[in-house]
């Protein structure tokens, strides 16, 4: 079992940059894979970039690749995601998530086992 929270949500402007944040509690985070997902109104929730255990592989969706930049710190039980040149497009509820059981990095929900509340990021035009 593991405790999910995210933060660092906003109001920006586009062209901006936020960084969300995820801090994980419950169990060893350095077992975890990670992700990031997005649900906009309206919209079914989608992948965003996911990270493997070690942070050594990476993964991103089209749309974000080359402005999204997922890290983590396993020392800080943290996993974070660099959102820069924001796009109208971006708006949405951001979720973390955490995988089990696997190595490298997955793209699908199902192979995520346990998600947070998620964070608001408006982007205006």
């Known amino acids: 079992q593991v405790q999910l929270v995210e933060s660092g949500g906003g109001l920006v402007q586009a062209g901006g940059s936020l960084r969300l944040s995820c801090a994980a509690s419950?169990?060893?985070?350095?077992?975890?894979?990670m992700g990031w997902f997005r649900q906009a109104p309206g919209k079914e929730r989608e992948f965003v970039a996911a990270i493997s255990r070690s942070g050594i592989s990476t993964h991103y969706a089209d749309s974000v690749k080359g402005r999204f930049t997922i890290s983590r710190d396993n020392a800080k039980n943290t996993v974070y995601l660099q959102i820069n040149t924001l796009k109208p497009e971006d708006t949405a509820v951001y979720y973390c998530?955490?995988?089990?059981?696997?190595?490298?990095?997955?793209?699908?929900?199902?192979?995520?086992?346990?998600w947070g509340q998620g964070t608001q990021v408006t982007v205006s035009s």
């Open positions: 419950g169990r060893t985070f350095a077992n975890y894979p």
């Open positions: 998530a955490a995988g089990t059981y696997y190595y490298g990095v997955r793209s699908s929900q199902r192979d995520y086992d346990y």
